[in-house]
């Protein structure tokens, strides 16, 4: 009988985060993830072709029933990455994207989640302007920060910027830096992304 992993209700990534991790925790097996909108179907059926995984689905009574089984698929191949190549995030707002407000810290909130469960996870992350805001008292962000200082992603947020919000003894986690480290981290990291 397949394992069933219900996200109906949830938002995205949820879906493909819980049906990931049930993946990881076994060899071989079948599963069936249900989710109630096509966004989530989509979602999770690339993350099981990406993974290799044999994928097919139905749709009954507005639900999303996707049908995944992990096993040993001819023809996937395993890479072994040679040489980690280092990278930076720096994020310079406390939103996500431009536009909507609420929309921008809901997507921050997720983008942070996710993060903190994917594979690949950055060396640093560098916090500057409203960025600061994550890192203090009261953040929606926290507890996916913790989750990702625990796996080694260093957390550095800039003083200038706390100053300047007034928020320099709010701050929960990493450490207060300056820009002259900030910059050394970036230039030395083999890759920087901005949000």
């Known amino acids: 009988m397949s394992k069933v992993i219900d996200c109906k209700g949830l938002n995205c990534p949820l879906p493909v985060i819980n049906t990931k991790k049930y993946f990881d925790g076994i060899e071989s097996g079948l599963a069936t993830t249900v989710v109630d909108n096509e966004v989530a179907k989509n979602n999770v059926m690339k993350f099981a072709e990406n993974a290799g995984f044999k994928v097919n689905f139905?749709?009954?009574n507005s639900l999303y029933y996707i049908n995944i089984n992990k096993g040993?698929?001819?023809?996937k191949v395993e890479i072994e990455i040679e040489d980690k190549k280092t990278f930076s995030i720096v994020v310079g707002s406390d939103k996500l994207g431009s536009g909507d407000d609420e929309l921008g810290t809901a997507l921050m909130k997720s983008y942070m989640f996710a993060l903190s469960e994917a594979e690949i996870i950055p060396d640093k992350l560098l916090f500057l302007n409203s960025g600061v805001k994550l890192v203090v008292k009261d953040?929606?962000?926290?507890?996916?920060?913790?989750r990702l200082k625990e796996r080694g992603v260093e957390i550095?947020?800039?003083?200038?910027c706390l100053d300047f919000y007034k928020m320099k003894d709010l701050v929960q986690i990493g450490e207060i830096t300056n820009m002259y480290a900030i910059i050394e981290c970036m230039n030395s990291s083999d890759k920087t992304i901005k949000l």
Do not use: A, D, P, Y
């Open 156 to 160: 550095l947020s800039c003083g200038l």
């Open 58 to 60: 139905e749709e009954k």
């Open 72 to 75: 040993n698929i001819e023809g």
């Open 139 to 146: 953040s929606e962000v926290l507890e996916s920060l913790e």
